[in-house]
């Protein structure tokens, strides 16, 4: 099973600033993902990360918001940017290996 | 793309059986189901994963009827620790537009 960090696990940001959140897979892995969950909701998708492509974003966040890098096969970062309150949220990466999805502990992200 | 539909929550006591359907009615051919267990402040978990029929593993079993329109997955003698949000998740090997539906908040009391 791919074991996933990402860092920061937690943060508290001013609005107006952006704030990168990195993910490191211990293996090679083709598809990643982030996704955003709002305290005490399910996961929603944010984009699809592939090495050696654009990142597909889905109906509701676009890349201005979201920049995401996918330099190599064992990382990537995803960046909110020009963060609001509303961005308050539990940003997580998964990966997929095997038909299995893997899931860092995410990242904690608090806007005042 | 497949939607699934769970009870928003459930409650049990340790040591009974819990059951918890998901349906997923218009699941497709290459589709497979899989369930994911989640605590707080922690990402989310892989418990099993099935196609068809029946799947078990050393932590639950996943019933899958010939229709594959439904799934439930079977916690056998659960425990305070089982407490923790369950996501039935559908989708391919392109996990292309994956979707986590609301998810069960199973609770289990002493």
């Known amino acids: 099973s791919a074991v996933i960090s990402q860092k920061p696990s937690r943060d508290i940001c001013q609005r107006g600033t952006s704030l990168t959140i990195q993910c490191q897979v211990d293996?090679?892995?083709?598809?990643m993902f982030w996704y955003r969950q709002q305290p005490g909701q399910s996961l929603t998708l944010i984009a699809t990360a592939n090495q050696g492509s654009e990142a597909t974003y889905e109906s509701g966040f676009v890349i201005d918001k979201f920049p995401i890098s996918r330099p190599n096969l064992t990382f990537s970062t995803l960046t909110v940017s020009n963060m609001s309150p509303e961005d308050s949220s539990i940003y997580l990466c998964s990966v997929v290996q095997e038909r299995i999805q893997y899931f860092g502990a995410g990242t904690r992200l608090s806007v005042l | 793309l497949a939607k699934t539909t769970q009870p928003i929550s459930m409650d049990s006591y340790e040591g009974q059986e819990v059951n918890i359907t998901c349906s997923h009615n218009?699941?497709?051919?290459?589709?497979?189901i899989t369930w994911y267990q989640q605590f707080p402040s922690q990402g989310p978990r892989f418990i099993i994963q099935?196609?068809?029929t029946k799947v078990t593993n050393e932590v639950a079993s996943l019933f899958i009827p010939a229709d594959r329109k439904s799934s439930t997955l079977s916690l056998p003698r659960v425990s305070l620790s089982d407490t923790a949000v369950y996501y039935c998740l559908v989708g391919d090997d392109r996990f292309q537009k994956l979707v986590f539906g609301t998810g069960t908040r199973l609770l289990v009391s002493p």
């Open positions: 218009n699941i497709a051919t290459n589709d497979y």
């Open positions: 293996s090679q892995v083709t598809m």
């Open positions: 099935g196609y068809k």
